[in-house]
């Protein structure tokens, strides 16, 4: 079994800064992409940001420019690096990721509980 565990939400003032962390744990042989979601209220679950293996990363069009998305292999964690916040990323953050299990499987049906990023004035 794999989990995650988000962590570094809270609240803060638009123009605010967080810095989001994931760490995997459990079966887990190798990482391959990793990636953050979000949901706000009402809607649907969508990407954010998305790192390789080899660390290429990609965002999501409303983020770009605000958010940065790293990795530390050692540590299976993900981080998003935050700027600049908007009432709109207001929204439960999740990490998922594509996992090799110690079966030999990848699978990315993984997810933890999420982490709460609220932006107001």
């Known amino acids: 079994q794999v989990r995650f565990v988000e962590s570094g939400g809270g609240l803060v003032q638009p123009g605010g800064s967080l810095r989001l962390s994931c760490v995997a744990s459990?079966?887990?042989?190798?990482?391959?992409?990793m990636r953050w979601y979000r949901q706000a209220p009402g809607k649907q679950r969508e990407l954010v940001a998305s790192?390789?293996?080899?660390?290429?990363?990609t965002y999501e069009d409303t983020v770009k420019g605000r958010c940065t998305i790293s990795r530390d292999d050692a540590k299976n964690t993900v981080y998003l690096r935050m700027n600049s916040l908007m009432p709109e990323d207001t929204a439960v953050y999740y990490c998922?990721?594509?996992?090799?299990?110690?079966?030999?499987?990848?699978?990315?049906?993984?997810w933890g509980r999420g982490t709460q990023v609220t932006v107001i004035s």
């Open positions: 459990g079966s887990i042989s190798r990482i391959y992409s």
């Open positions: 998922n990721a594509d996992i090799l299990n110690s079966l030999g499987r990848v699978s990315s049906n993984y």
């Open positions: 790192i390789t293996g080899g660390g290429d990363a």
